[in-house]
């Protein structure tokens, strides 16, 4: 194929390639299924590696529905051509992995390549699975294959042509793709090397933090600066100071990852499931590897930015004093473990404001870990707030307290807007929809419901003026006033 | 963990009791809020020409303007009126409005068959008839004292009406114009928070904590609604 007509091809997987992942976060966080290790097939050694493999990869949110079976598939992934549907991987014949040798497992996990449908598709985040060794991949086979099967068949190709055509994505993995093991470097320490194993195999945190081309590709020189997708940007994880870990001590680093929050930040939606699903799970060793890594990355150059304008920065202050004050504080500092300071937030102040943007229209609430069970909620203002207003108090936080990034546009939280479309949820009161407790003693129209329940029910409602004595108030007093008449208006009541 | 509310025994720190930690969370969705429905701008929705007449007159002799400021008209008040009852409240949408219908005590509150829409269109009518007979015209058209005096009577029960009860439409009357008076912009009364600066109340604001050392010092910051306020936008 000429290079042109490569470059054409790619362009078309362009935004199947950028997808993000189901914006839906689990209620709850939910426990693998047990294994049931009573066969001679793998040794329970084997299998329970498998399943600790499982949580380091966190796939199980992406391969379960909210309610539904454990691994049985079926979690739509929005792109902008039509949900990408994630597969059944329990041990079902028919419908799941149960025909499938570990040769077949493998080739998924290392090249993308599916025993069933052929090429899959990099929303499965087999790029960085590639990184994983065969003997991880086969414990993790080994802990799929010894789980509950499920029969469920969730309808996959749900693209549209010409997107649906898998072979297509041999010409992209041919672009972007580089498949085998992770290699380690003599030259850095053991944890190191476990370190960089876990995050950029099956942690895949590249996945979502680091920048990709416009084809969809990882931009490898810019590794871990930050990457958005769609609804989110994941932030820069290098040791920047301002928008990266540089300034987190490794203890605060330990403590979001086992817990979901520390003083600097909480995490919710994408990062909150990856934490309650994988880190919080993770031993203390691998995180600590994990950090030496994540240590080494060099810091991300300093953004250049120029100041603010002075209406936006005046806008953004009145809207910040009287609605985000209550839980940030007027000062930025925030409330410990409660709500986050926006002083100093790095989160706050990446390049691409994508995620803060999204707090402010949506709302966020704090993933619940174990050890941090309280799930903390930050409300929506999509309702109340134009995209002005919200891109004027984010680019003034952006630059209070010592903070100091580009302001945001109102184009942009536009184009978030439809893309979110946020609705209020409470639908409102029909009218007229406040039912009788008990409709067997409802009056009929034009009867006087006085009468329920005793032998004159149903009896036409009569108009004189004793039946009703509260507008019996007579006349008194020395001014002439007209006698009391009947009451033709109450006796037409709603009901 | 099981899915639902989680619940497990953990020793708490300093203590020889373990305690119990309650996990699980509210429902949230992202995005959900229960919006207040701006009232709309625009002149009167629910009031026919006569009826706005009698609820100007009336209210502007209940929160007259005065030194202090302006009052009910000022304020808006029967635009919220208006509003109100052409809405839920009007409609009675929330409220049970069933029999039995016997005497009511004093505590039971809102007590008639009647929507309160169709309550003050009733009462307006019955107390222009009565004000046409005394005086040959509509309350609206009476002097202020002649007003005054009316409401007085209505207020005090000595007067019927026909078919509504005018006691417990002045009281009505007076609720609703005091909550126009202080009620959140967003509902079309208390126009330029007119009633929240004559009180120094300072809005729906939340962050007191920053101000609370700030001793015999005027609250620094303006009254914000629901809505904002004008420095909200450039």
């Known amino acids: 194929m000429r290079k042109g007509a490569v470059l054409a091809a790619a362009v078309l997987f362009l935004t199947v390639a950028l997808v993000g992942r189901a914006v839906g976060q689990p209620k709850t966080i939910r426990a693998l299924p047990p294994p049931n290790v009573s066969g001679a097939r793998f040794s329970p050694q084997q299998v329970a590696a498998g399943r600790y493999l499982v949580i380091l990869g966190d796939c199980m949110p992406c391969h379960t529905v909210t309610g539904g079976a454990a691994f049985a598939g079926g979690r739509p992934i929005p792109t902008p051509f039509g949900p990408l549907v994630s597969a059944n991987i329990t041990p079902d014949r028919e419908t799941g992995l149960g025909g499938w040798s570990s040769d077949d497992f493998y080739r998924a996990l290392h090249e993308g390549k599916s025993r069933k449908v052929g090429n899959l598709y990099p929303a499965f985040p087999y790029i960085h699975y590639t990184k994983v060794s065969r003997a991880d991949v086969d414990a993790i086979y080994a802990y799929l294959q010894t789980i509950p099967a499920v029969t469920s068949d969730p309808k996959r190709d749900q693209l549209p042509f010409p997107y649906r055509i898998r072979q297509l994505m041999a010409v992209w993995n041919w672009l972007f793709f580089e498949p085998g093991a992770y290699d380690p470097d003599p030259n850095r320490s053991a944890e190191w090397n476990r370190g960089a194993y876990l995050v950029q195999g099956l942690g895949h945190c590249g996945d979502c933090h680091t920048p990709r081309n416009v084809l969809g590709g990882a931009e490898r020189r810019k590794r871990f600066r930050g990457g958005a997708f769609p609804g989110w940007f994941a932030p820069d994880l290098t040791d920047n100071r301002s928008v990266g870990l540089g300034s987190w001590s490794d203890a605060e680093l330990l403590e979001f990852f086992r817990t979901g929050r520390n003083v600097r930040t909480a995490a919710t939606g994408e990062m909150g499931e990856v934490v309650a699903y994988s880190t919080s799970q993770m031993t203390d060793g691998d995180l600590r590897a994990i950090i030496t890594y994540l240590r080494s990355l060099p810091a991300s150059p300093e953004a250049t930015v120029s100041l603010p304008g002075r209406e936006a920065m005046a806008a953004g202050e009145a809207i910040y004093r009287d609605q985000c004050s209550a839980c940030h504080r007027m000062d930025g500092s925030g409330v410990r473990r409660l709500f986050p300071p926006l002083a100093g937030n790095a989160n706050l102040q990446q390049a691409n404001p994508r995620t803060v943007a999204r707090l402010v229209l949506v709302g966020a609430q704090t993933m619940p870990t174990d050890p941090r069970p309280t799930a903390f909620t930050m409300p929506a203002y999509a309702w109340k707030l134009s995209d002005r207003q919200i891109a004027d108090v984010l680019t003034y936080a952006r630059n209070s307290w010592g903070n100091r990034a580009a302001a945001v546009s109102a184009e942009d939280v536009a184009k978030l807007r439809r893309q979110l479309k946020p609705r209020a949820a409470i639908a409102p009161v029909p009218r007229g929809s406040m039912l009788h407790p008990a409709p067997g003693t409802l009056a009929k129209p034009g009867t006087d419901s006085r009468d329920n329940g005793t032998a004159h029910a149903g009896r036409a409602a009569a108009p004189e003026a004793d039946r009703n004595p509260r507008n019996t108030t007579g006349p008194p007093g020395n001014m002439d006033l007209p006698k009391h008449k009947p009451h033709r208006h109450e006796a037409q009541g709603p009901g | ?234």
């Open chain 2, 1 to 234: 963990m099981p899915e639902g509310p989680t619940h497990s025994t953990v020793p708490t720190p300093g203590t020889a009791v373990p305690g119990r930690v309650v996990a699980g969370s509210e429902p949230w969705q992202p995005g959900a809020a229960a919006p207040e429905i701006a009232s709309s701008a625009g002149g009167y929705v629910f009031f026919k020409p006569a009826e706005a007449a009698f609820v100007e007159a009336a209210v502007a002799r209940l929160i007259p303007a005065d030194e202090l400021g302006g009052g009910a008209i000022e304020a808006d008040v029967p635009l919220f009126i208006d509003r109100q009852l052409n809405g839920d409240f009007g409609n009675a949408t929330r409220w049970y409005m069933q029999g039995p219908w016997g005497e009511p005590t004093k505590t039971q509150g809102y007590q008639t068959r009647l929507t309160p829409a169709q309550f003050y269109r009733a009462a307006i009518q019955a107390i222009d008839a009565v004000s046409t007979r005394m005086h040959g015209q509509a309350f609206a058209a009476l002097n202020g004292d002649r007003q005054d005096d009316f409401l007085r009577v209505l207020e005090s029960g000595a007067i019927a009406l026909d078919g509504v009860d005018g006691q417990a439409f002045f009281g009505l009357l007076l609720q609703n114009t005091i909550e126009g008076f202080f009620c959140d912009p967003v509902h079309g009364g208390n126009k330029d928070m007119i009633g929240w600066k004559l009180i120094g109340f300072p809005g729906a604001r939340y962050e007191q904590r920053f101000f609370l050392k700030a001793f015999n010092q005027p609250f620094p910051l303006p009254p914000v609604g629901i809505a904002g306020r004008r420095e909200w936008s450039r």
